[in-house]
Nanobody, 124 residues
Framework: QVQLVESGGGLVQAGGSLRLSCAAS????????MGWFRQAPGKEREFVAA????????YYADSVKGRFTISRDNAKNTVYLQMDSLKPEDTAVYYC?????????????????WGQGTQVTVSS
């Protein structure tokens, strides 16, 4: 059974930073793509960032480019989302996801496994 466990969410003031972590277990993700999505109250889940374990380009939503950085530690089977210059509109539940078939990174439907989510709240 594949498991993804997010951590690192919390409450932060606007302009602050948080680092989310997603630990993957149960399978070897060396060739998988990993993504972060978020969902705010009353809104649809939206793409934030994605990375392939084997390297290559990273993907970012326009709304987070230049502020968020996705990275991974293959040895730890962990992917990170460094979030800087946070804004109140970044408030959402953030989900980690794993794509075993290397589909289109920005589409939620491409991902096979999902974590339970971690709350990020940015106060103004």
């Amino acid at each position: 059974q594949v498991q993804l466990v997010e951590s690192g969410g919390g409450l932060v003031q606007a302009g602050g930073s948080l680092r989310l972590s997603c630990a993957a277990s149960g399978r070897t993700f060396s060739s998988y793509a990993m993504g972060w999505f978020r969902q705010a109250p009353g809104k649809e889940r939206e793409f934030v960032a994605a990375i392939r374990w084997s390297g290559g380009r990273n993907y970012y939503a326009d709304s987070v480019k230049g502020r968020f950085t996705i990275s991974r530690d293959n040895a730890k089977n962990t992917v990170y989302l460094q979030m800087d210059s946070l804004k109140p509109e970044d408030t959402a539940v953030y989900y980690c996801a794993a794509d075993a078939h290397l589909g289109i990174p920005v589409l939620a439907a491409s991902y096979d496994y999902w974590g339970q989510g971690t709350q990020v709240t940015v106060s103004s």
